[in-house]
């Protein structure tokens, strides 16, 4: 997938869920450093520029896992979870895994409203145990509400719009319509709308 490909829908999804898990978390996530060069800037706050970027490719089809690994804050989305191992993974990450709740090949479909993040206990009982098949239908039920929490249909008359390419940018002294890029903190001028 390519820059032009990202639309304005996924950026904000992007910079609400670095505000929601905090610039560290979220860099953490996403697996980038601090902007060096250019940071975006929304509504009178700075974010990461790359670091939006990638979380927004995360927000695209086909990056389901991705997203329920933002949507569910490095818990187990089993309400009744008995409690997920505390150790972490090398790489400093929870140890969960993402699952189809319903299974691809019966039907599910590759999208976070049908998908959780689940630890290797719960993960176990959803595939092994002999309470799973209620178990399944309590986790779609949850997978759902969650996806509707966090990323809301949007409404009658809404649509995305592209990003702007640097050439189509408005350069009007009205409000962007887009987060503009700025230079770091290394007091740059701003470029962008």
């Known amino acids: 997938m390519a820059l032009r490909d990202i639309t304005r829908v996924e950026v904000l999804?992007?910079?609400?869920?670095?505000?929601?898990?905090?610039?560290?978390?979220?860099?953490?996530?996403?697996?980038?450093?601090?902007?060096?060069?250019?940071?975006?800037?929304?509504?009178?706050?700075?974010?990461?520029?790359?670091a939006i970027v990638g979380a927004?490719?995360?927000?695209l089809p086909g990056?389901?896992?991705?997203?329920?690994?933002?949507?569910?804050?490095?818990?187990?989305?089993?309400?009744?979870?008995?409690?997920?191992?505390?150790?972490r993974t090398d790489a400093g990450q929870p140890i969960l895994e993402v699952d189809h709740v319903m299974?691809?090949?019966?039907?599910?479909?590759?999208?976070?409203?049908?998908?959780?993040a689940l630890c290797p206990n719960c993960h176990a009982v959803k595939t092994r145990?002999?309470?799973r098949e209620a178990f399944r239908?309590?986790?779609?039920?949850?997978?759902?509400?969650?996806?509707?929490a966090i990323r809301p249909e949007p409404g009658p008359g809404?649509?995305?719009?592209?990003?702007?390419?640097?050439a189509s940018t408005?350069?009007?002294a009205s409000t962007p319509a887009f987060p503009s890029v700025t230079a770091s903190e290394r007091g740059g001028p701003a470029s962008g709308a």
């Open 56 to 59: 927004a490719h995360g927000h």
């Open 13 to 50: 999804r992007a910079i609400e869920e670095c505000d929601r898990l905090g610039r560290d978390a979220f860099l953490r996530a996403y697996g980038f450093g601090e902007a060096r060069r250019l940071r975006l800037s929304y509504e009178g706050k700075l974010y990461d520029s790359k």
């Open 63 to 87: 990056r389901s896992a991705l997203a329920v690994l933002l949507r569910c804050g490095g818990r187990c989305e089993n309400p009744r979870c008995p409690g997920q191992p505390d150790d």
């Open 103 to 116: 299974e691809i090949t019966a039907d599910g479909r590759d999208h976070p409203s049908q998908m959780v």
């Open 158 to 166: 809404t649509r995305a719009e592209t990003v702007p390419t640097p």
């Open 170 to 172: 408005p350069t009007s």
């Open 137 to 148: 239908a309590e986790l779609l039920k949850v997978a759902a509400r969650l996806h509707q």
């Open 129 to 131: 145990g002999s309470t």
